[in-house]
């Protein structure tokens, strides 16, 4: 496969620069210093087999695709509150005091650009850095200038947008989703459905810009932004990261099922504290969350054609928001599972996490994969990107995967095939 260098400076452009985005920003500049590793992403440490278990070559993904070095990205963004990098960062309290003393000239000098913002979608959000316009239309045109703007002024050679916003209120998909045109009149007619991040999703891609979409948001999965990005030549990926609690769940439920263990109930319940927590606590945007979820085990657990073993299953998902904790999230499930015979186990999970450090490393490869698609000419949805996504889109007809071994093996190919190496299917004995 033809893939363009990787030459220039990679411009990623934040909407939402809160506690993931900041948590990005600074480690990529710590990593840069030499401070710290980039323990969690695969383009920076991950390794892949390439040919017969017998030739024993496993390289590192860096060095058997062209991806973009991180000490050549720039950063920009836009938030509804003023606060630069290192205050954002400050406040979001996920890295230490110190080390973001350390980073401050470098943090401070990154300042958010005013939002395409409205209260009614995020109910307790107060920000006030906020553009205005007559039409949703003109907003968008807005943010296509300073996109414009921010490329010219940093230099760089390409750019990728990724959503780090909040989660908005639930919205479903209607018939303004539905054509270009339709978007498109309704952006100008300040249809109530089309949401901001749906407004910074349509300025990329009409741009041409690849776009990852890390909330539950519909963003970039309505049938227009996907016309759209194959006309424009951006590739896209949604939605929302892949993180604590449902990272654990699509590790284990395949485990469960192909050992063709029954379950009857899946408890989840978190409680967190950042600003995140917060937005959720607001029932309309807990139920955007709830949806993106939900869906996971339905998918992997196939219950219409293990009815025996799923059928029954109550699948319940919690979050609570709790102000101690900031940003220390705590994740408890409790999974009543049954074996032959149909006698009753329990599992309990009590994953202590740190929502954002298990976040900006999932931001990373998403953008430096994105920018690999595009420079090697693909477009519209990257399925193969699902891997780092809770509520992966899935092309028109088929069922999104949401168990993450089956994630890995088509993210592994698809890097295998952009290379032009063997794809690995593992029959026979030397593979
Ligand atoms: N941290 C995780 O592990 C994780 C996992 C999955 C998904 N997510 C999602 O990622 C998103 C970011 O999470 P976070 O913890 O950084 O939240 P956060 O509240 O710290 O940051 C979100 C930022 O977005 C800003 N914002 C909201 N609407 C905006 C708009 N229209 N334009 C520009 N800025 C806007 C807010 O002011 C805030 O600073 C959330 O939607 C969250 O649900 C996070």
Not at 57 to 81: A, E, M, Q, S, Y
Not at 169 to 192: A, Q
Not at 261 to 273: D, K, Q
Not at 347 to 355: E, N, S, V
């Amino acid at each position: 496969m033809k893939v363009e260098k990787a030459k220039g400076k990679l411009g990623i452009l934040i909407p939402g620069m809160g506690a993931v985005g900041t948590t990005l920003i600074a480690g990529i500049c710590a990593i840069n210093r030499e401070m710290a590793l980039p323990i969690g992403s695969l383009t920076q440490m991950g390794r892949i087999r390439l040919g017969k278990r017998t030739e024993d070559n496993k390289p590192l993904i860096k060095d058997l695709v062209d991806l973009h070095p991180v000490k050549d990205i720039v950063f920009g963004g836009w938030d509804v509150f003023e606060d630069n990098v290192f205050e954002s960062a400050f406040h979001a309290d996920v890295l230490d005091k110190k080390l973001l003393e350390d980073l401050r000239p470098e943090l401070e000098a990154i300042r958010p650009m005013k939002a395409v913002f409205d209260k009614s979608y995020a109910k307790r959000l107060n920000g006030t850095h906020v553009k205005e316009r007559n039409t949703k239309m003109e907003l968008a045109e807005a943010l296509m200038q300073d996109i414009e703007t921010f490329k010219e002024q940093n230099n760089c050679d390409r750019l990728v947008m990724i959503w780090c916003g909040s989660t908005e209120i639930y919205i479903e998909e209607g018939p303004v989703h539905e054509t270009i045109e339709s978007l498109e009149d309704g952006l100008r007619n300040n249809h109530k459905d089309i949401p901001p991040s749906m407004i910074y999703t349509y300025a990329a891609v009409k741009l041409g810009i690849p776009y990852a979409n890390g909330a539950p948001n519909l963003s970039c999965d309505i049938p227009a932004i996907i016309e759209l990005a194959k006309q424009t030549g951006s590739p896209i990926a949604g939605k929302d990261f892949k993180t604590g609690q449902t990272l654990m769940k699509t590790i284990l439920a395949p485990g469960l099922k192909c050992r063709a263990l029954g379950i009857s109930g899946w408890f989840s319940t978190n409680i967190l504290g950042n600003r995140d927590g917060e937005v959720l606590d607001d029932p309309d945007n807990f139920k955007t969350k709830e949806v993106s979820k939900l869906g996971v085990l339905e998918e992997i657990l196939e219950p219409s054609l293990n009815q025996e073993l799923y059928k029954d299953l109550y699948h319940k998902v919690r979050i609570n928001y709790y102000p101690p904790r900031g940003d220390n999230k705590e994740g408890w499930d409790n999974i009543d599972i049954f074996g032959w015979l149909n006698y009753p186990m329990q599992i309990k999970i009590d994953f202590l996490c740190k929502d954002s450090i298990l976040a900006a490393p999932l931001a990373l490869d998403l953008v430096l994969f994105l920018d690999l698609a595009k420079r090697a000419g693909m477009s519209g949805i990257q399925e193969w990107l699902s891997f780092y996504l809770k509520s992966p889109q899935a092309p028109q007809g088929v069922t999104p995967i949401n168990d993450i071994f089956k994630q890995q093996i088509k993210l592994e190919n698809t890097l295998r095939y952009i290379a032009g190496e063997d794809l690995i299917t593992h029959l026979g004995q030397d593979y």
